[in-house]
């Protein structure tokens, strides 16, 4: 998971410096520098702390992992997350169709001009408003996808990125005094990305998988009742008069604007569940994530036991 063999050598040379100031310092009576020392294998002991902690940690995540059949690991979590972003994909995809078939027949409908001997009337003129409303509601779908997307591609690389650079170079960069803090800060950003973020964006998808889910595929049914109805791929039968006066007769039979009413009702609230689960609960999770990040490098970086520092400067 992490490069073992180059923590390992951080810890050792840490160690190692820490026994040779130490000692140095009890050698020549040099209490600074007998701190210091001491300091030092304090914070190798540290980071095997954290290096175990991390290891554990990620484990028990990938333990906890079962979902989309996808294995579990040291990325259970990332998993998880890709498998939901990956539902939420294929159901904006289910609904972009949908979307565009009922437009397809709404445009149709609207350009039927019925002439009588001394009239021409257009009886499906004001649908093109409606076609409108859903080519609105379908650019919305398609922004969330765009969002979907890119969540992705952050998480997968970003959470790889993370477990294979930022935690390891955190934790040499750690084990050296020098650099201590900007270690931990690496260390923390690794951890948030690799761990918080996705940690807290699952809770929140934790119902989606459920009830989100379950609401979307009871919209796309709506929807595809509505299209089934309505819409022809048959380009050559359309302009037929047998097949127009079937259309219009259905059209005054069942309850059209109802069912353009339900069809845009149920594009709706699919919209209004993925911007909350896609939109809205990852800047949660992002802003919950800074924040861990930033408490994570105070506490990492911090001195925990030594005073040297405060009396040398």
């Keep these: 998971m992490l490069d073992a063999a180059l923590i390992e050598l951080a810890m050792l040379t840490t160690i190692l410096l820490g026994g040779i100031l130490m000692g140095m310092g009890i050698a020549f009576r040099i209490k600074k520098l007998e701190l210091a020392g001491r300091e030092e294998i304090v914070q190798a002991v540290m ?3 954290i290096v175990g902690a991390f ?4 484990a028990e995540a990938g333990a906890a992992s079962g979902e989309c059949g996808l294995p ?3 990325t259970a979590f990332i998993n998880s997350y890709s498998c939901s972003l990956g539902n939420a994909s294929a159901f904006i995809g289910q609904a972009n169709m949908l979307t565009l078939k009922a437009s397809h027949a709404l445009g149709y409908f609207s350009s039927i001009v019925l002439e009588f001997t001394s009239t021409r009337i257009q009886p499906f003129q004001s649908l093109k408003n409606s076609a409108e409303l859903l080519g609105t509601e379908n650019a919305a779908l398609a922004a969330i996808n765009i969002s979907i997307f890119v969540q992705s591609i952050i998480v997968q ?3 790889r990125l993370a477990l294979e650079a930022l935690v390891p170079l955190g934790l040499v960069f750690r084990s050296i005094f020098l650099t201590r803090k900007f270690g931990a800060a690496l260390i923390a950003i690794g951890i948030g990305i690799f761990l918080i973020y996705p940690l807290v964006q699952s809770a929140f998808l934790a119902g989606f998988t459920g009830q989100g889910q379950q609401s979307i595929a009871e919209k796309l049914i709506v929807m595809d009742g509505f299209v089934q109805k309505y819409y022809s791929p048959n380009y050559i039968d359309i302009n037929r008069e ?3 006066l079937g259309e219009i007769e259905a ?3 069942d309850d059209f604007v109802g069912g353009i009413y339900q069809f845009t009702k149920s594009l709706g609230e699919i919209i209004a569940v993925l911007f909350v689960y896609f939109l809205l609960a990852p800047a949660v999770s992002a802003a919950a994530t800074v924040a861990g990040i930033r408490g994570l490098a105070s506490s990492l970086g911090s001195e925990l036991t030594i005073t040297w520092m405060g009396k040398v400067v």
Excluded at 55 to 58: I, S
């Design 47 to 49: 980071t095997g702390i």
């Design 157 to 159: 690389q970003g959470g």
């Design 242 to 244: 047998a097949y127009l």
């Design 72 to 74: 579990g690991g040291n």
């Design 251 to 253: 059209m005054s039979v």
């Design 55 to 58: 290891v554990v940690f990620a």
